[in-house]
């Protein structure tokens, strides 16, 4: 094989696998050391406990922004579950502002990549947002914890009014409202903001639902997506150009989410309407009487997915006819 096809077969892998779980590790690991040396146990334990998961995780890569649909649904959450019991959803976050409180400050941090890691102990699913800054990966002071039982999501426009929003004031309109949700902590550093600050409970949560905010988005839409009937993964492997590439490195399967068109309408549903949506969005599971009588289930699907080329190099499109 030719050097120049050997470069183009690397940057194919790397270009479908970015693998930012393979760069965060080390400078997580690396944080570890450094709460070791500040006394800071807790976190410690933490880091050392993310890099564990994000190690064994399954992969995925989403789109830029990590977003694949205008706006989460509440119904996007409400009964889905991550695909495996460790999963992580990377992404490049771009031009995508995340407010400082992520960390606790008040500024607008320069995040640039984020891994969302869940980790699922039923019947909690515990969501680790990693992310890298001019400083390098970390951690948040807080994790949001989704259970089962107690969290309930809802849409724009769903909540019943009264219902207190904790997101972005800009994404009031698009966002969604939860509650019951609650925050795990990292240990000595949120404590020290605490104290710093004299926060009390409504203000943590507050600020650790605005921090969050946008991670939920990424993972409750990746959930959604992969429960579709015409949404499947192929598992992208690193080829041995792309191990010649960086030979020092770790490198992970990933999953790449595959959209047929060709599903979009099961057998028996009519297609209806007057025009194809212009954008790319996701059709909730319903049921639906047949024109003989029965009643039967179609199952959510992604619509018009040939628009996701437009804003997802990372998406494949398969042929209607394959």
Not at 58 to 84: I, V, Y
Not at 132 to 161: I, K
Request: net charge neutral; charged share 25%; proline share 7%.
């Amino acid at each position: 094989m030719s050097r120049s096809k050997r470069n183009a077969a690397a940057e194919e892998y790397f270009r479908r696998a970015p693998n930012y779980s393979a760069d965060a590790i080390p400078d997580l690991s690396e944080r570890v050391r450094w709460h070791q040396k500040k006394g800071n146990g807790e976190a410690a334990s933490l880091y050392e406990y993310v890099v564990e998961k994000l190690e064994a995780a399954h992969k995925f890569s989403l789109p830029e922004g990590g977003l694949l649909f205008a706006e989460t649904r509440g119904w996007m959450l409400n009964g889905q579950r991550p695909p495996f019991p460790v999963s992580a959803f990377e992404f490049l976050l771009g031009s995508t502002p995340q407010s400082g409180v992520f960390m606790g400050g008040s500024k607008t941090a320069k995040v640039k990549r984020e891994i969302v890691l869940s980790v699922r102990e039923e019947p909690l699913t515990i969501l680790f947002p990693i992310i890298e800054t001019d400083g390098g990966w970390q951690l948040p002071l807080w994790f949001p914890m989704l259970h089962d039982e107690e969290t309930v999501f809802y849409g724009p426009g769903e909540a019943p009014a009264g219902t207190r929003f904790h997101g972005p004031e800009d994404a009031r309109e698009r966002g969604f409202i939860t509650v019951g949700i609650k925050f795990h902590r990292l240990g000595e550093p949120a404590k020290q903001l605490i104290d710093e600050y004299g926060l009390d409970e409504a203000e943590i949560n507050r600020r650790a639902m605005r921090g969050s905010f946008h991670s939920i988005s990424a993972y409750a839409q990746a959930c959604a997506a992969l429960s579709c009937t015409n949404v499947s993964t192929e598992v992208i492997r690193p080829n041995r150009e792309a191990r010649a590439a960086r030979p020092a490195s770790t490198l992970f399967d990933y999953h790449v989410l595959m959209i047929d068109p060709g599903r979009e309408h099961p057998p028996g549903e009519a297609l209806g309407g007057t025009h194809a949506s212009p954008r790319t969005h996701l059709r909730r599971g319903h049921i639906r009487r047949l024109a003989w009588g029965p009643r039967v289930w179609v199952n959510s699907c992604v619509v018009n997915p040939s628009a996701i080329g437009t804003v997802n190099k990372d998406y494949a499109v398969r042929p209607v006819n394959h």
